[in-house]
């Protein structure tokens, strides 16, 4: 039987952006891939194998950590500061080889909010990374 974990409110607020930050990088996985042509700014088939599979893996890890933060792992929290940086850094490169602001901007400000949120002394302290 599983042990019940206190989850704290920020920290359920904090597991579903990385569940939504995961659905929004299968959505651009599957648009690197051709579908969704309509979703961006120009209406054409995109197809980058390479982009797909990369936000393919972001995806899969976005779902990980998620399930991590609802069970409030200490090992969630470093992977979400890791995670989140990486979607920035993934964000800021798909905009320099031509991508556009329209196509990076929910996942970037979720990011970044993020990236604010579990820096505050509370947030740490419910995972325990004071």
């Known amino acids: 039987m599983a042990e019940y974990v206190e989850r704290p ?3 359920t607020i904090l597991a579903i952006l990385a569940g939504i930050l995961a659905v ?12 969704f042509p309509w979703l961006g700014l120009l209406d054409i088939r ?8 990369l936000y393919g893996l972001l995806a899969y ?5 998620a399930q991590m ?3 409030v ?5 470093i992977f979400l500061l890791i995670i989140t940086t990486f979607t920035l850094l993934m964000s800021f490169i798909t905009m320099l080889t031509g ?15 993020i990236l ?7 947030v740490r302290r419910a995972f325990g990374t004071d």
């Open 9 to 11: 409110f920020g920290v």
């Open 24 to 35: 929004i990088n299968v959505i651009i996985t599957l648009r690197f891939l051709g579908f």
């Open 46 to 53: 995109i197809f980058n194998l390479w982009y797909a599979l």
């Open 61 to 65: 890890i976005w779902f990980w950590v």
């Open 69 to 71: 933060l609802w069970q």
């Open 73 to 77: 792992e200490r090992q969630g929290w």
């Open 99 to 113: 991508g556009s602001w329209y196509d990076n901007n929910v996942a970037v400000l979720l990011s970044a909010l």
């Open 116 to 122: 604010i949120y579990i820096m505050l002394p509370g």
